[in-house]
């Protein structure tokens, strides 16, 4: 499932920016939820942000997208195009010692593995942090049902169609 680009989006985030106070209520709640869960998962918000910089490395790997989550609860650690202490400040603006110290309490917790330099994650994330993984599957979907009942507003009201002919375009 490729990743749709700026422009592919734009015509999304224009109607969403339009009906944004219709909205906003159906987009905010789940992220808070899913902050209130991390806090309560990892401790902080930094340490947060850390698991998923190593998650969207982990993502981004061939073997990880074509494995489901039965096969990687029981790995060690899970494939990964990887990452570091450097890369991960850099891209959260972050100072490396505060990511090394980071790191390493999310290595203690079990769920961050180092090696050679590199930094993955274990299979135990997705059930030390189910609740978590539970809240972002729900922000994915409720904010999808969000957007497809703008578009189908959209379409009844400019006549376009009808409601169950309009698809989201793939992400």
Not at 11 to 16: F, H, R, T
Not at 17 to 26: E, K, Q, S
Not at 57 to 80: G, I, Y
Not at 125 to 143: I, P, Y
Request: glycine fraction near 4%; aromatic fraction near 4%.
């Amino acid at each position: 499932m490729p990743s749709a680009s700026r422009t592919e989006l734009k015509p999304l985030v224009e109607l969403v920016a339009a009906n944004y106070a219709l909205v906003a209520r159906d987009l905010l709640n789940p992220m808070l939820e899913l902050l209130r869960l991390s806090r309560l998962c990892t401790g902080d918000a930094e340490s947060f942000l850390i698991l998923l910089v190593i998650a969207v490395r982990v993502t981004e790997d061939p073997q990880f997208r074509a494995s489901s989550v039965e096969d990687l609860v029981p790995l060690a650690e899970l494939p990964s195009r990887g990452t570091n202490i450097r890369s991960i400040a850099a891209s959260l603006d972050m100072p490396k010692e505060t990511v090394r110290r980071k790191v390493a309490e999310l290595a203690e917790a079990g769920w961050v593995v180092r090696r050679e330099g590199e930094l993955t994650l274990s299979g135990r994330v997705f059930t030390d942090l189910a609740n978590l993984k539970r809240s972002l599957e729900e922000l994915a979907a409720r904010n999808y049902l969000t957007v497809h009942e703008l578009l189908a507003r959209e379409g009844e009201a400019t006549g376009t169609g009808p409601a169950e002919e309009r698809t989201l375009p793939a992400p």
